[in-house]
C-alpha cells in the first residue's frame, strides 16, 4: 500500500507560480512511477506529467515548457513546479502512484490540492 498526500494548492494570478508536493508513505516509493493528474468538473481526469523511477519524465503538450516535474527518493516525494500558469490550468491536481510486478499492477492516488489561476 502507498499514501499519498498533496500540499501546495492554491489561487494564483494568472502568469504566477506554484509548487505541488506529494509525500509519500508505505511503500518503496523509489520503485514507482510517479504522476500528477488533474481534472475539472465534468470532463476526464488526465494526465500532466509523470517521472519514471529512472528519472525520465514526459508531459502532456499543453504543459510542456512550464511545468517541471522531479522527485526525490531520500524524502518520499514528488513535486510538480508550475511556471507562467493560465486560467486553463485551473483544476483539482491529484498525486499517482503506479507500478506493475509480475503483470500485478499497483495503482494509488492522492485525495487532490485545487489550483486556481485567475485574476
Known amino acids: 500500500q502507498v499514501q499519498l498526500v498533496e500540499s501546495g494548492g492554491g489561487l494564483v494570478q494568472p502568469g504566477g507560480f506554484l509548487r505541488l508536493s506529494c509525500a509519500a508513505s508505505?511503500?518503496?516509493?523509489?520503485?514507482?512511477?510517479m504522476g500528477w493528474y488533474r481534472q475539472v468538473p465534468g470532463k476526464q481526469r488526465e494526465g500532466v506529467a509523470t517521472i519514471t523511477s529512472g528519472g525520465v519524465t514526459d508531459y502532456a503538450d499543453s504543459v510542456k515548457g512550464r511545468f517541471t516535474i522531479s522527485r526525490d527518493n531520500a524524502k518520499n516525494t514528488v513535486y510538480l513546479q508550475m511556471n507562467s500558469l493560465e486560467p486553463e490550468d485551473t483544476a483539482v491536481y491529484y498525486c499517482?502512484?503506479?507500478?506493475?510486478?509480475?503483470?500485478?499492477?499497483?495503482?494509488?492516488w492522492g485525495q487532490g490540492t485545487q489550483v486556481t489561476v485567475s485574476s
Open positions: 499517482n502512484a503506479y507500478r506493475t510486478r509480475f503483470g500485478v499492477e499497483r495503482d494509488y
Open positions: 508505505g511503500s518503496i516509493f523509489s520503485l514507482y512511477r
